[in-house]
């Protein structure tokens, strides 16, 4: 095992035994010293934030099996392609994330594409990651929703690797009914 594996070893274990620490404190009397009032303060704040919450349940209400049509315009004035697409999606890690897991194809080629998405009570705004089979690319997501989480909206930027400069990227989820949402 090479040096950055062997850090990446002990980080992961530092944490993972920082988040037991904050979930069995110690008590007074036992061997391990108790907490500062201060300490205890600070992990009951890093606590709450861990929580799951409301915009959680709104990204809950995208758990299940999808089937989506896919237009897309190549130029204006195209008419568009037209693609099938199914999507997997669950919550995960105790319904802190949403996993998104589409297939489909685009242009005749198999197409697969995965997000994770949540939203970071600390930055108090909605994140997702995505990837997919047609690049290296992973763009990093960050918006926020209505109130209702019937609307949310997400930006990102990449850089073009053909005319230099950035793209800026926008995408709307929004729920028509319970059973029915356009990805824009």
Do not use: C
């Amino acid at each position: 095992m090479g040096r950055q594996e062997r850090l990446f070893v002990v980080a992961i274990v530092s944490f993972v035994m920082g988040l037991s620490l904050l979930a069995h404190p110690a008590q007074a009397g036992e061997d391990e010293p108790a907490y500062s009032e201060e300490m205890q303060q600070e992990m009951m704040v890093w606590m709450k934030l861990a929580e799951p919450g409301q915009q959680h349940g709104h990204l809950a209400k995208y758990a299940g099996s999808w089937k989506g049509e896919v237009f897309m315009w190549m130029a204006p004035g195209m008419e568009p392609m037209v693609e099938s697409s199914t999507v997997e999606a669950k919550m995960i890690l105790g319904g802190r994330y949403l996993e998104f897991d589409h297939k489909g194809s685009f242009g005749g080629m198999p197409f697969e594409g995965r997000a994770i998405e949540g939203y970071s009570h600390l930055d108090k705004r909605y994140e997702s990651v995505w990837m997919d089979n047609f690049g290296t690319l992973i763009l990093f997501f960050t918006g926020s929703a209505s109130d209702d989480g019937s609307r949310r909206e997400m930006t990102t930027s990449f850089s073009d690797p053909i005319k230099g400069g950035t793209f800026s990227y926008r995408t709307v989820f929004e729920w028509q009914d319970d059973d029915h949402f356009s990805y824009t």
